[in-house]
Structures are given as structure tokens and as C-alpha cells.
């Protein structure tokens, strides 16, 4: 019996303790943590794939003189730019969700949203208004679009929303959105600064955004938000990488680490937005002037990898 007992508290620790260095608030600091599994397509190299047969059109049509552009790491409109996210515990509780235009294509709530949780642009934005949580000790990761907060935070309203076991992840139903417009998760796309300026090594792909996409998605995406046809737009879910040949050495500090894990994971088409932005986490800790080097990378320094399994419609 004692032994019996013991096994059961054993498990009962062991599943509400899956990173218990990291601290529960507002960007948390994730101590360089992997949020996907390492085999997720998140993590992939591509290094040795296949340059697409379209990816100078692609490029093109995009920008080939078009810089990269940093989307967080600085103040934006009185607001910290970037994407922020809210760590919490498994004891957190859990709050209606109402979901709006994409209430078919959403998981239903409850959310263990925190009434202090962060709007993404503040609480007066009127842009996406992404809200993300990590549950650190059940390892989900719960994201809305559109969150507008009910009596407080006692419940919100969302355009849509999605839930993602983090252990065990799986796509979202073909033809679903997310909290993105191509069906992912936000956060595991991030960059974030415990990995750039913390570990120093950039070990899974980026989120970006283009202002002109395809009525198309390819894996890991399962959903498009365009009318364009054009086969030489980008597709959801499409990945870039910085060419192999592109010179690194004269880049330095959180410039190089991104550039570095370009080449290695590349970045992921996740949405609308501006050309070649690449999202990240809002952190104090950002020098601003340390990640502005990036913007010498343009579009024709990028190629597309091999893409596969496309969806139009």
C-alpha cells in the first residue's frame, strides 16, 4: 500500500511539474525552454532542404529590396511592441470564452486567462489584440485573436481561439484557423529574449507576416486568409530561410543569433501584416539598437524551401 501511494503521489507531482523553473507572470521568463517537442516541424532544420521552384517569384512578390523588419523589442504607440504572453500555473482558474465570427473553428472554454493578462497593443488597440497563456505545469498553450475582456477579465470575447497540448501538439482541422491566420500557434513562433540574448541560440523557426499572401496553405499551416490565386504569392505556412551563403561575420550580440537560426530553422508564413516582420515577445531587456542590424538582411538574401501538399480553394 505504501508503495502504491507513493506512486500515485509520485505521478500526481510529476504531472503538475513540467517546468517548474519557470515563473508564473506577464513574459515570464521561459529559461530557454523548447515549447514544442523537438521532432515538431517548429524545430526542423532545413538547412539541406530543397530550394522551391517558384521562390525567386515568391521572393519577388514579397520584396527582394525589401528589408526584414523587427516587430517587437520596442515601444510602439505608448505600448511595448511585439506579441506578450502570460505564464500561469495549473491551479489557475479558468474563465468563459465567447467567440464570435469563427466560433466553429475555435476550441471552447473555459481559458485560465488572467484578468491582468496583457492585450497584445494595448487595452485600447483596436489591431489583432492576440491574448496568449501558458500553462507551465499542464504544458498547454491557450491563444485568442480579437480578446476584449468581459467585467474585468471575468470572461472575453474573441474572434477566435484554439488550445494546444504542447507534449503531444497536433495541426489544427484542415481548414481551421487559429488565434493566426494559418492555423498555428503564436507563442512556439516567437522570438523570444531568454533565447536570443539569454542561451544565445536561435533553436526553432520564426513567425512572419506579409502584407499580400495566397488563397493557399501548405504544413504546418491548415489555413489561408486571402482571395489572391496568384501562384507567385506565399502561401500559409510557407518557410524562408537566410541563403547559406549570406556573410554573418561582420553581425553581432541578438542580430547574429537571429540571422544564425534563420539559416538553420528559417522563419514561417503566419499571417497578414508587414513585409518580412518577424514577430517577438515584448521583454524590458531588449536593446533595440542591438537588433536593428537585421534590417540590412533583404528579401533576396531569403529563399523559399521546398514546398509540399498545398491546399487551394
Excluded at 495541426?171 to 492555423?183: I, K, L, V, Y
Excluded at 540571422?259 to 514577430?279: R, T, V
Aim: with cysteine.
Amino acid at each position: 500500500m505504501k508503495t502504491t501511494a507513493f506512486f500515485i503521489l509520485a505521478c500526481t507531482v510529476g504531472a503538475f511539474a513540467q517546468h517548474p523553473q519557470i515563473k508564473v507572470g506577464q513574459n515570464a521568463d521561459l529559461k530557454g525552454a523548447l515549447i514544442m517537442p523537438g521532432d515538431d516541424e517548429w524545430n526542423r532544420g532545413v538547412s539541406k532542404d530543397e530550394v522551391d521552384p517558384l521562390s525567386d517569384a515568391i521572393i519577388a512578390s514579397i520584396g527582394a529590396e525589401t528589408s526584414l523588419h523587427e516587430d517587437f523589442g520596442l515601444v510602439w504607440k505608448g505600448q511595448p511592441g511585439g506579441i506578450p504572453y502570460f505564464v500561469v500555473g495549473g491551479e489557475q482558474p479558468k474563465v468563459p470564452v465567447h467567440f464570435n465570427e469563427a466560433k466553429d473553428e475555435s476550441d471552447p472554454g473555459p481559458y485560465p486567462i488572467p484578468p491582468e493578462a496583457w492585450i497584445e497593443g494595448g487595452p485600447q488597440s483596436d489591431g489583432d489584440r492576440h491574448v496568449l497563456v501558458l500553462d507551465k505545469d499542464n504544458w498547454k498553450l491557450y491563444e485568442i485573436y480579437r480578446a476584449f475582456p468581459i467585467d474585468g477579465g471575468k470572461a472575453w470575447n474573441a474572434y477566435s481561439g484554439s488550445v494546444f497540448d504542447l507534449k503531444k501538439p497536433k495541426p489544427r482541422p484542415a481548414g481551421w484557423t487559429s488565434a493566426d491566420a494559418a492555423g498555428l500557434p503564436i507563442l512556439p513562433g516567437l522570438a523570444r529574449y531568454d533565447e536570443i540574448c539569454g542561451t544565445k541560440k536561435l533553436t526553432h523557426a520564426l513567425r512572419f507576416t506579409v502584407k499580400k499572401s495566397r488563397r493557399a496553405y501548405v504544413p504546418p499551416a491548415t489555413h489561408f486568409a486571402s482571395t489572391h490565386k496568384d501562384e507567385n504569392l506565399p502561401p500559409m505556412g510557407m518557410r524562408v530561410r537566410l541563403k547559406a551563403n549570406f556573410d554573418t561575420s561582420k553581425f553581432t550580440g541578438a542580430a547574429k543569433v537571429i540571422l544564425e537560426g534563420l539559416k538553420i530553422h528559417g522563419m514561417i508564413l503566419a499571417d497578414n501584416g508587414g513585409d518580412w516582420f518577424i514577430s517577438g515577445a515584448p521583454d524590458d531587456r531588449w536593446n533595440h539598437e542591438e537588433l536593428l542590424p537585421i534590417r540590412k538582411v533583404k528579401g533576396k538574401d531569403l529563399e523559399v524551401v521546398k514546398m509540399k501538399a498545398m491546399t487551394t480553394r
